[in-house]
């Protein structure tokens, strides 16, 4: 072949149908890779905007407001803990549960330790370590939690969709 020169390529007949179909497939995969790697772009997560809300949801919790602790969370989740008998999926759970850490006087203060945020669109994954400063018989303790925190953009919003913690071995 020489430059510009065109290369017809030959479509076979089917024959029961008599139509012609393409020998080739037609080459779309680029147009496809620049396609998504353009709707890629438009669902980055802007940095630090998931870190934020966390953060929020942990300011809450260590102020123990319900309403904007409970507002972190989807309509429909799951939360589980490593002392919980089954995983909390309402909001009037969630906030049970929040009662009773504020019942304990002081009440449990919550750090993020450590988070790693993956990108995934409409979706982020978050995973790392809270440090939970508990009082007991005037002694304070560390308590280490690993978690996992799923959270969807909804309606232009992020909220929890999957939560959980564990104690750190």
Known sequence: LRAGMAVRLRAPVNSTLGNTMPSHPPRVAPAAAFLCALAACASQI????????????VAAFNTCDHARFTAAYSDRF???????????TTKEALGSYLSAACRQ???PQVSIKSQSVRDHGDL?????????????QG?????TQNFTAVLRRES??????AHHVSLAP
């Open 105 to 107: 006087l002081p009440s």
């Open 156 to 161: 232009g919003t992020w909220r929890m969709v």
């Open 124 to 136: 982020a994954l978050v995973s790392g370590q809270y440090v939970f400063l508990m009082v007991s």
């Open 139 to 143: 002694r304070t303790s560390e308590v």
């Open 78 to 88: 799951t939360f589980t803990t490593s002392n919980t008998h089954s995983a909390y």
């Open 46 to 57: 802007a940095p630090g905007e998931v870190e934020a809300v966390h953060a929020a949801a």
